[in-house]
């Protein structure tokens, strides 16, 4: 079956320390996308990327990095730069930028100690 | 800038009754719209979405949405509702500009049996 997977669906970081989210698709999608959800608000772009080696940033960049070198793969590390990063992270993937639906993964949810 | 305005944080409703959830959005620019579903702890499930054509949107699980452009809105009906249908419902739009989307700030959807 087709799809994103994100691991570890539950990560705890203790303050201070760099964690890295998994994100995986196997849709042959170019475009992917990191999400932040907090309660009681919308999604909010973290970083995008169009293709492979190339990412953009989003509305709320400061505090993570990304990187693209495969097209099935676009990890998100959370640094001790960001200073509330307990929230669940989705992922997302597109056929490009312009398409017009995006898959989501399942999240993940960073709890900072 | 696009913004998007989900009126209601969240709405009870008795099992088998109507429901409308509303969505409007700031720019009568050329838009596309979508309606997405989470379910708890899990990433988000496209309901439907309006690209072109005509105003009535039918998508999964029973629901359907009207696009209204003069009232810049996008409300997402269902004739009768299923505790399955628990869940947070977001709005989102697309400028087709930069195919960005903009998130609303979600609807909890609670069944009442």
């Known amino acids: 079956d087709g799809g994103i997977t994100q691991s570890p669906k539950y990560l705890f970081r203790k303050e201070g320390q760099n964690v890295t989210l998994s994100c995986e698709q196997n849709?042959?999608?170019?475009?992917m996308y990191w999400y932040r959800q907090d309660p009681g608000q919308g999604l909010r772009l973290i970083y995008y990327s169009q293709i492979v080696n190339d990412f953009q940033k989003g509305d709320i960049a400061e505090g993570y990095s990304v990187s693209r070198e495969k097209k099935e793969s676009f990890p998100l590390t959370v640094t001790s730069a960001q200073k509330n990063p307990t929230a669940f992270y989705l992922c997302?993937?597109?056929?490009?930028?312009?398409?017009?639906?995006?898959?989501f993964g399942p999240g993940t949810r960073l709890t900072v100690l | 800038a696009q913004s998007v305005t989900q009126l209601d944080s969240q709405v009870p409703v008795f099992e088998e009754a109507p429901v409308e959830l509303r969505c409007n959005y700031s720019?009568?620019?050329?838009?596309?719209l979508f309606w997405y579903v989470q379910y708890p702890n899990q990433g988000l499930q496209l309901l439907l979405k309006?690209?072109?054509?005509s105003t009535l949107v039918k998508g999964i699980n029973g629901f359907e949405a009207e696009f209204n452009k003069s009232q810049t809105s996008f409300h997402l009906r269902k004739p009768s509702v299923h505790i399955s249908d628990t869940a947070e419902y977001f709005c989102a739009v697309s400028d087709r500009s930069n195919y960005q989307l903009i998130w609303g700030a979600g609807t909890k959807l609670i069944i009442k049996p």
């Open positions: 720019s009568s620019v050329s838009v596309y």
């Open positions: 849709l042959n999608h170019d475009a």
């Open positions: 309006y690209l072109s054509g």
């Open positions: 997302a993937s597109s056929l490009g930028l312009a398409d017009t639906e995006q898959f």
